[in-house]
């Protein structure tokens, strides 16, 4: 009897050992990048009646209103660029607190806020861009200026949920599109 069940056993523990040295070895599955691609941008000059003009990309809808705010739609990314004008009046100063106040009340679901400078003293453009990380609802803004006369603010905005890992590709495709329409900007006088 003894004999017999030993010999089961063996059995029993030979036959495991063979179906599971058959299966195939399971491996954790690589995480998965998302890939997005965005056509190559072109540019054409906006130039309207509004003291100012820039170039925007061809893939965009350009609105303005009669106070030269300007709305620019993305209709593939769901996104806009929401600009507005605002004549300098011996106000420069709480312009800049302004711009600066809308930036930094993301900072309850941003997780970071960087800037980057910009100067065109050949065309007297001054300002910043600012980049707001987190899951804000405006993850990129900026404001430029000619110091005297002129002031535009700008904010980017998505129709959807800001989820900020998801977003990024496109956030990086339009901030090279801000930097674009900064670097052409122009003041009429």
């Known amino acids: 009897m003894r004999i017999r069940l030993f010999k089961i056993t063996c059995f029993a523990l030979i036959w495991s050992m063979t179906m599971n040295s058959c299966k195939e070895e399971v491996l954790p599955k690589p995480k998965a990048q998302l890939r997005l691609e965005y056509p190559s941008p072109t540019y054409t000059p906006i130039n ?53 106040k809308l930036t930094f009340n993301h900072t309850i679901k941003a997780d970071g806020i960087s800037s980057i400078p910009y100067a065109n003293k050949e065309h007297k453009v001054y300002g910043s861009i600012f980049e707001v990380s987190g899951n804000a609802a405006s993850p990129i803004q900026f404001h430029v200026t000619d110091s005297s006369s002129h002031f535009i603010t700008g904010a980017v905005y998505f129709n959807v949920q800001p989820n900020y890992d998801s977003i990024k590709p496109a956030i990086n495709y339009l901030q090279k599109d801000i930097i674009r329409m900064i670097e052409s900007l122009q003041w009429k006088n």
């Open 48 to 100: 309207t009646d509004c003291p100012y003009a820039f170039d925007a990309s061809d893939e965009t809808k350009v609105k303005l209103n009669d106070k030269c705010w300007v709305n620019i739609d993305y209709a593939k990314l769901k996104a806009s660029i929401n600009m507005t004008y605002r004549p300098v009046d011996n106000n420069l100063k709480e312009l800049f607190l302004e711009a600066e």
